[in-house]
C-alpha cells in the first residue's frame, strides 16, 4: 500500500523559512512525478511546486523564486524549502505523486494526481 507521509511544517514569522518533506512507502517514486500542493480552509487546492519523470521542477506563479523543490533516496522522499514565507503562504501543504506521464502543463494540476499524503499545516504569521 503506498502511503505519503508529510513533514516539517509549523509556525513561522514573515519572511522566515521552512522546509517541508515527504516521505514514501510502499512504492519507490523513482521516474514518476512528484509534487507540492497547498490548501486553505474554503478554498481550492493548488499546485504549488513539482518535478516531473524527467528530474525538471516547475513552480506556480506565486513562488517567484522562493520555494525549491528536490526529489531524494530514489524517490522515497520530496522536499520543499521555502524562503521568504508571507501570510498569503498559510496553508496545508500535501505532497502528492503520479507513476503516470505528465504533459508539463498538468504538473501542478491536482486532477493529475493520484497518490496524496494527508498534509502538514503551515502558518505564517507575526
Known amino acids: 500500500q503506498v502511503q505519503l507521509t508529510e513533514s516539517g511544517g509549523g509556525s513561522v514569522q514573515p519572511g522566515g523559512s521552512l522546509r517541508l518533506s515527504c516521505k514514501s512507502t510502499?512504492?519507490?517514486?523513482?521516474?514518476?512525478?512528484m509534487g507540492w500542493f497547498r490548501q486553505v480552509q474554503g478554498k481550492d487546492r493548488e499546485g504549488v511546486a513539482s518535478?516531473?519523470?524527467?528530474?525538471?521542477?516547475d513552480y506556480a506563479d506565486f513562488v517567484q523564486g522562493r520555494f525549491t523543490i528536490s526529489k531524494g533516496d530514489e524517490g522515497h522522499t520530496l522536499s520543499l524549502q521555502m524562503n521568504s514565507l508571507n501570510p498569503e503562504d498559510t496553508a496545508m501543504y500535501y505532497c502528492?505523486?503520479?507513476?503516470?506521464?505528465?504533459?508539463?502543463?498538468?504538473?501542478?494540476?491536482?486532477?493529475?494526481?493520484?497518490?496524496w499524503g494527508q498534509g502538514t499545516r503551515v502558518t505564517v504569521s507575526s
Open positions: 518535478i516531473d519523470h524527467n528530474g525538471k521542477a
Open positions: 502528492a505523486a503520479e507513476t503516470g506521464f505528465l504533459e508539463e502543463w498538468e504538473l501542478l494540476r491536482v486532477d493529475m494526481f493520484r497518490e
Open positions: 510502499g512504492y519507490k517514486f523513482g521516474s514518476a512525478c
